[in-house]
C-alpha cells in the first residue's frame, strides 16, 4: 500500500492559478505512473493529466495548454499546477499512483472552487 497526501485546493476568481500537490509515502522509481482525476458534482470521476515512469506526460483535452503536470523525485511529490483556471473546472482533485502489475493508491481528494 502508498499512502497519499493531498494539499493546495482551495477558492479563486477565474483566471487564476493554484497549484497541487500530493505527497507519497514510496518513491517515485518504485511507482509505474502517478496523475490527477477529478469529479465535478453529480458527474463521473474523469482523468485530467497523468505521468508515467519514463516521464512522459497526458492530458485531457478540456485541460491542454493550462494545466502541467510534474514530479520531484527528491521529495517523492506529484504536482499539478493549475493555470487560467475556469468555473468548470471545479472539482474534487484526487490524485493516484500506480506500482507492480495491479498496485493503485488514491488521495484524500481536494477540493478546487474557481469562481466567475
Known amino acids: 500500500q502508498v499512502d497519499l497526501v493531498e494539499s493546495g485546493g482551495g477558492s479563486v476568481q477565474s483566471g487564476e492559478s493554484l497549484r497541487l500537490s500530493c505527497t507519497t509515502s514510496e518513491r517515485v522509481s518504485y511507482l509505474t505512473g502517478m496523475g490527477w482525476y477529478r469529479q465535478a458534482s453529480g458527474k463521473e470521476r474523469e482523468l485530467v493529466a497523468r505521468?508515467?515512469?519514463?516521464?512522459?506526460?497526458e492530458y485531457d483535452a478540456s485541460v491542454k495548454g493550462r494545466f502541467a503536470v510534474s514530479r520531484d523525485a527528491d521529495k517523492n511529490t506529484l504536482y499539478l499546477q493549475m493555470n487560467s483556471l475556469k468555473p468548470e473546472d471545479t472539482a474534487i482533485y484526487f490524485c493516484?499512483?500506480?506500482?507492480?502489475?495491479?498496485?493503485?493508491?488514491w488521495g484524500q481528494g481536494i477540493p478546487v472552487t474557481v469562481s466567475s
Open positions: 493516484y499512483v500506480t506500482w507492480g502489475p495491479r498496485g493503485r493508491s
Open positions: 505521468i508515467g515512469q519514463a516521464g512522459y506526460t
